[in-house]
């Protein structure tokens, strides 16, 4: 069966009268090959090259049964030769699909959603800038960002997927002083905890880490030939902040492995009226929208907390704002006072990376602010009716928002950066304070 894979994609690459080419070594880029073979025989559509290499898939080993006097097929980590059909497609512009030699005769299409959008706008008519990957400048990004969401219409499924979220800065400059603070921020402030909840993950109120928890959680640094790479992984997930191209700084939240997340779904072959709950997440088109939810979540979690490292309006200023009692409907709602145990804690529990994508109920804070579940009806319902009053207080600030139609409540824009503000500087050094001051 190797042999007649191999013998039919030499056929196709012969009958194209394309290059087909052996690599071997790992370090070499098959994408720099490809681009370079396209621009040297001024390829614009169809089968660019084929490339083979020796990698790694997850096949199967005969192993001998003592028992059963049979041989088993034992899944296992081997290695063959693997051949990548390089293409520009009409819709999807260059791709490429990685085709294993051996069985189960795996087959991954790999397509870019930025290079599917370039030729979106090119039908669409709006003019922009590219270089590599990325869009320095687009005239109509509202347009834009709309083809782009409409990627998402297609009746695949995703094995690996990367959602990326790009910040296009006016001024290299800019971004060039700023980025090293960023990237300080990354490594030696948020810890396996914040990365955790960046994708989603859920952390003991106490501290620590979930003893459920099997797995790693690592923050590396790596410096590349487009830029600084921060990088966070929890087990096979991650998210990434790059520098790109001197003026776009990029957020990339990648998902190898789906099934460490959850959806909120009917079981598997179920109709769609059965009971629902949180169960793993799947690589089908079903889940495909809800993919892409959580990884917008993970990439604005870790902009607003990068925001907070940039603010430029003085903490005294922020803190004034909800260090004094206002009005709301017609009410007095006292003053915040973030240093006090009780409020410091209250802005803790609203601001956990958890309850970035669904929001957070009066159920979901009562175990953050009262610890223990009561001991009766009568105990519930007072706690109920003391975190009402704290969400009232929260809302009469500003700082969050009722969803509607719901019992949830999000971070609003000034709660997002108020909030990361005041918990930031109730952790600073003094001494780097005092010197600040």
């Avoid at 490429?96 to 930025?114: E, S, Y």
């Avoid at 969401?149 to 094995?159: C, G, K, M, V």
């Avoid at 709602?333 to 956990?352: K, W, Y």
């Amino acid at each position: 069966m190797t042999q007649q894979v191999r013998n039919a994609t030499e056929a196709v690459a012969e009958s194209a009268g394309r290059p087909l080419r052996f690599v071997n070594s790992p370090s070499v880029s098959k994408e720099d090959i490809a681009r370079g073979i396209a621009e040297r025989d001024g390829i614009s559509q169809g089968l660019i090259c084929v490339l083979s290499a020796v990698e790694v898939l997850w096949s199967y080993d005969i192993h001998r049964n003592r028992r059963t006097r049979m041989l088993d097929l034992v899944p296992a980590s081997r290695k063959c030769l693997h051949y990548y059909h390089y293409f520009i497609h009409p819709q999807l512009g260059f791709m490429h699909a990685r085709l294993a030699t051996w069985f189960p005769l795996t087959v991954h299409v790999c397509i870019n959603g930025r290079e599917w959008l370039a030729g979106q706008m090119d039908r669409a008519g709006i003019d922009y800038v590219r270089r590599d990957n990325c869009f320095t400048r687009i005239d109509d990004l509202p347009r834009a960002q709309a083809l782009l969401h409409d990627q998402l219409r297609t009746d695949w499924s995703a094995d690996e997927s990367e959602w990326a979220s790009d910040v296009m800065f006016k001024s290299p400059a800019m971004l060039a002083g700023l980025y090293p603070t960023l990237v300080r921020h990354g490594m030696q402030t948020l810890g396996s905890r914040d990365v955790m909840r960046f994708l989603g993950k859920r952390v003991p109120n106490a501290g620590g880490i979930d003893k459920s928890f099997k797995g790693e959680v690592v923050t590396d640094l790596k410096e590349r030939a487009e830029g600084v790479r921060v990088k966070h992984r929890v087990k096979r997930n991650a998210i990434k902040m790059y520098d790109k191209q001197g003026s776009v700084l990029r957020v990339e939240t990648t998902l190898n492995d789906a099934r460490d997340l959850k959806v909120y779904r009917p079981k598997e072959g179920d109709g769609p009226d059965a009971p629902k709950r949180w169960r793993p997440m799947r690589k089908g088109v079903a889940d495909l929208h809800r993919r892409a939810e959580v990884c917008q979540a993970a990439n604005e979690r870790y902009f607003n907390s990068l925001a907070s490292v940039g603010q430029t309006t003085p903490l005294g200023q922020l803190a004034a704002k909800v260090c004094r009692p206002v009005r709301w409907k017609s009410r007095r709602a006292r003053a915040l006072n973030p240093l006090c145990m009780d409020d410091a804690r209250l802005l803790e529990a609203v601001s956990r990376g958890e309850f970035a994508v669904h929001g957070f109920r009066n159920r979901d804070l009562r175990p953050l602010l009262h610890g223990s579940a009561p001991a009766s009806k009568v105990s519930l319902r007072r706690q109920a009716g003391a975190v009402t009053r704290k969400l009232r207080l929260l809302r009469a600030h500003g700082l969050i928002r009722k969803i509607p139609r719901t019992h949830r409540y999000q971070l609003t824009a000034k709660g997002q950066t108020t909030i990361t503000a005041l918990l930031t500087a109730r952790q600073a050094d003094t001494v780097a304070l005092a010197k600040a001051a």
